[in-house]
């Protein structure tokens, strides 16, 4: 990020956003005009038009318009944004619609309130990317009690710190919350996950530019749900991801799991979707039997596990799992470990995972797994802080800004008391 001197753009009772034709940012545009209006009490307008003097101007454009530093591949590249922000206007450029929301997000972070005067936006330019493509937070459902309205203040605070997927566990335990096409009784009575409930979520979601994964597990939990329950639902997933489980319950045989994993994928697969899948069972994967699945490995591995080496295909897509730490202040020493985390450093991973793994570009990306008491009627401070240290660490070069931590994590809790997501 570059300063500039200058007094910044202010936010006016005549601040207009315009935008591109293409329906996903233009609902971006107007995600960014709500909140404004928010801010500054006065409707915002979205106009597809062209870039005047008094409006915020947000447009898609060829990846080498952006002017990236160093390199970035592709997945990277879709994600990133260029922002420059003047007296008379805001000029946001991006690849595609996610780096659009990535950029909205930067600029709603970078609101300043100059009372008694205007809602300022800085003078800044900002060209950024991500490092790692695959930015996610995992929370459970059925253990944690969490409907669809509360998967939603999930959503807003993900997409608020740029991350990407929101991975919720809809069976386990004996339980299946989520209601499937053409499976009446297969869900639990009275569950909120309802069709509608579900569909709503995920456009919301799409909305925001965070891909929701659900996890279903077929099996030592929840049992094999019968034919084509996970192809319905990986249907629905417009060639998303879809986990399918796998972690090896204590007693569990290890080959019973596998098998009903593999069953699983198959259907995943058939439907078009990709799967996600837990290293405990990803060799029932091995052998390009679901190309380009993803593995969930974990920093602290299962009891289960029993410590052994896990086989991965040589075609899968890696994705560290991390708990979260339980801070209760901005200067825990917790959180300054997780921002200062080098997921890139094959220091950083179990031995499961080779240093060859990490250079080689296998690893897609982490996922900040949050306990039930991080979500128990709400948000906690503790599981917030978590995510926005993960959020940091998942994004940025490590350690750059360690220090100046605490004093952006102040200002995101103010945010997010505003959006009421605290429980």
Do not use: N
Request: hydrophobic share 50%; proline share 6%.
């Amino acid at each position: 990020m570059t300063q500039h001197a200058g007094r910044g753009f202010a936010l006016g009772a005549d601040v207009e956003v315009t935008v591109d034709d293409d329906p996903a940012a233009v609902g971006v545009a107007v995600l960014l005009a709500e909140h404004l209006g928010r801010v500054t009490g006065t409707p915002v307008a979205v106009r597809q038009d062209g870039a005047r003097t008094g409006t915020i101007c947000l447009r898609l454009v060829a990846a080498d318009r952006l002017a990236l530093p160093g390199r970035a591949d592709a997945a990277s590249t879709a994600e990133a944004y260029r922002l420059a922000v003047g007296a008379t206007s805001v000029e946001v450029l991006a690849a595609g619609p996610a780096g659009l929301g990535h950029a909205v997000s930067t600029l709603v972070q970078a609101v300043e309130r100059r009372l008694p005067g205007p809602v300022v936006l800085p003078a800044v330019t900002v060209v950024d990317h991500p490092r790692l493509a695959h930015r996610g937070v995992v929370v459970d459902a059925v253990r944690d009690g969490l409907g669809p309205d509360r998967l939603k203040s999930v959503v807003q605070v993900a997409a608020g710190l740029k991350l990407d997927v929101v991975r919720v566990r809809l069976a386990d335990a004996g339980t299946w919350l989520l209601e499937v096409p053409g499976r009446p009784g297969l869900a639990v009575a009275g569950t909120p996950w309802t069709q509608e409930a579900w569909r709503d979520l995920l456009a919301y979601a799409a909305a925001r530019c965070v891909q929701v994964v659900p996890e279903l597990d077929v099996a030592d939990h929840a049992g094999w749900a019968g034919p084509d329950a996970l192809g319905a639902v990986a249907t629905q997933m417009r060639g998303g991801h879809v986990h399918v489980g796998g972690a090896l319950a204590p007693g569990a045989d290890p080959d019973v799991t596998r098998a009903l994993v593999g069953m699983a994928a198959d259907e995943v697969v058939a439907a078009g979707a990709t799967v996600m899948v837990h290293e405990d069972a990803a060799a029932a994967l091995a052998d390009g039997r679901a190309p380009g699945h993803v593995v969930e490995v974990h920093a602290r591995p299962s009891d289960a596990a029993g410590g052994r080496t896990s086989r991965f295909d040589p075609d899968a897509r890696l994705v560290l799992v991390l708990d979260a730490p339980r801070a209760t202040s901005p200067t825990d020493p917790s959180l300054r470990g997780l921002v200062a985390h080098d997921l890139l450093a094959g220091s950083a991973w179990p031995d499961r995972v080779g240093p060859s793994d990490v250079a080689s570009g296998r690893v897609v990306g982490a996922e900040l797994a949050l306990d039930a008491r991080a979500v128990d009627g709400g948000l906690s401070y503790g599981s917030l802080a978590g995510l926005a240290a993960a959020a940091e660490a998942f994004w940025s070069v490590p350690g750059g800004a360690v220090d100046s931590f605490p004093d952006r994590l102040a200002a995101e809790v103010e945010r997010w008391a505003a959006a009421a997501p605290l429980g």
